[in-house]
Structure formats: C-alpha cells, structure tokens
C-alpha cells in the first residue's frame, strides 16, 4: 500500500504536469525520456531545497526538464540549465519556447567549466558519475567557488549502497551509457567506467570547499538509490 501511495504522489501535478506538458511538441524519444526522468529522479524532493528567489544554475542538465520544473515552481527563480550534450541543449530550448515569461536559458557549457556567479543556488543531478573521481572533486570546489553568500550547492547522486539499488543503477546506466548512447561523457569519463562515489566522501570534498554540509537519503520506495548532498556557504 505505502509503495502504491508513494506512486501516486510522484504523479506529475502543478508545476510538474506543466513541465511535462512543455515537451509535448517534442520528438517522441525526448518526451518520453523526460517522462522517465519524471516518474524514476525526485525532481520535486530536490527543488524544495532551493530557494524560492534568486539565481539558479543547474550543471548537467541534459533535456532540462529539472531547470524546467524549478523555473516554473518557483517563478522567482532565474535559471540557467547547461550541458556538454548540444543536441540535448537543442531539445531543451524547444521546450523552453513554449514558456514565453519564465526566466529559464539553456546553454551548451565545456566540461568542467562552471559560469560565473555569484549563484544563489547550483544544483548537479545524475551528472558526476560520469566523471572520474578527481573531475568530479574540481568541478565541486570551482561550484563551490561560484556561490554567493549563503548559497547553496545541490548534489544528487547514486548511494552505492544499498547494494541491490547500486547494482541496478549500474546495469541501466551501462546501458543508457555504453549500448544506447542516451547520455553523453566527455573523454576523460570515456575512457573509465563509472565513478560512483560515496556520498559522504562527497561531502566531505564540500567541507573541503568551506561548505556546510547536510545529507538526505530520496530513495525510500524507489529503486534507485538517490542520496542528496547539500552545501551550504555560511553559518550552518
Ligand atoms: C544522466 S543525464 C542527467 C541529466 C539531467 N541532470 C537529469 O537529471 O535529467 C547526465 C547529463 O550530464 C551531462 N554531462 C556529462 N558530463 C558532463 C560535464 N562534464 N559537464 C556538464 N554536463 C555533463 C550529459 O550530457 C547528460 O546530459
């Protein structure tokens, strides 16, 4: 029953169901890519730590449909989506079109490159596996550098625990990545296999940076293991 429960409120609602409906004019692999995304990434779990106003900068942001949901459930937002992926840039523009008002840009972006700041939040989702570890480390701490005061940094990614999730994780991925070609990675993440590191090594990368840090597991009746790192510039 709490599975079934835990369905029905991920249906997309609201700002959700809006974000979808953004897609709708896509090619069909598009859309039905960012209703994956919907239904399998706690996009709404993520966005309720950013702030309601302010500047937002999402790394990684492939279709878009994260940035997209953000912008439209928080109209106060100014948010920027970036990518390596131009096709995927190309896509998400399209939706955006259809959004005459919200404050929301996608641009393609070189790896590791972070745009210039102050951002009052940065938020990466399923992006740094796709990095060796020490790529993953650097892009951290330039984001980190980019925040404004009481800022914050958004990291979700894939807990390797519990295992069984990790391993599933792990089998659609190397098919998403290395069979179907669905995500792209730059030469450095080709040439190794995916880098799932452990989120409390993450955070303590964020530490490192001079961020607080919290941590959240999202993976209660879902298959993935989602984990949230959160930094924060300032008091805690
Ligand atoms: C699994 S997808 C996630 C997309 C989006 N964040 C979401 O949650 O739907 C990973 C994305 O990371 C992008 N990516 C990979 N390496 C990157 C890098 N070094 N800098 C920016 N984006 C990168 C890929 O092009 C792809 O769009």
């Not at 996009?43 to 279709?63: D, K, M, N, Q």
């Amino acid at each position: 029953m709490a599975v079934i429960d835990s369905w029905w409120a991920r249906r997309p609602t609201g700002a959700g169901r809006a974000a979808l409906r953004a897609y709708r004019h896509l090619p069909r692999s598009a859309r039905v890519h960012a209703t994956i995304r919907w239904w399998s990434a706690p996009f709404p779990r993520i966005a309720a730590f950013l702030p309601t106003s302010g500047r937002v900068l999402e790394i990684g942001c492939g279709h878009g449909l994260f940035s997209t949901y953000a912008a439209l459930a928080g109209p106060g937002r100014s948010v920027v989506g970036v990518d390596i992926d131009a096709d995927k840039i190309a896509l998400a523009r399209q939706a955006e079109a259809q959004l005459p008002g919200v404050d929301l840009t996608f641009r393609v972006a070189e790896s590791g490159a972070v745009p210039t700041g102050p951002w009052d939040a940065i938020v990466i989702v399923d992006v740094l596996y796709l990095l060796p570890a020490p790529a993953q480390r650097a892009l951290l701490h330039q984001a980190a550098a980019q925040l404004a005061d009481g800022g914050q940094l958004l990291v979700k990614e894939m807990s390797p625990r519990p295992r069984w999730k990790a391993a599933w994780n792990r089998g659609q991925e190397t098919l998403a990545v290395s069979v179907l070609g669905i995500t792209e990675q730059d030469a450095a993440g080709r040439a190794a296999p995916f880098d799932f590191v452990d989120p409390s090594t993450m955070a303590s990368w964020l530490r490192d940076a001079g961020l607080w840090t919290a941590q959240l597991r999202l993976d209660r009746h879902r298959l993935h293991p989602h984990h949230l790192v959160i930094g924060r510039v300032g008091p805690e």
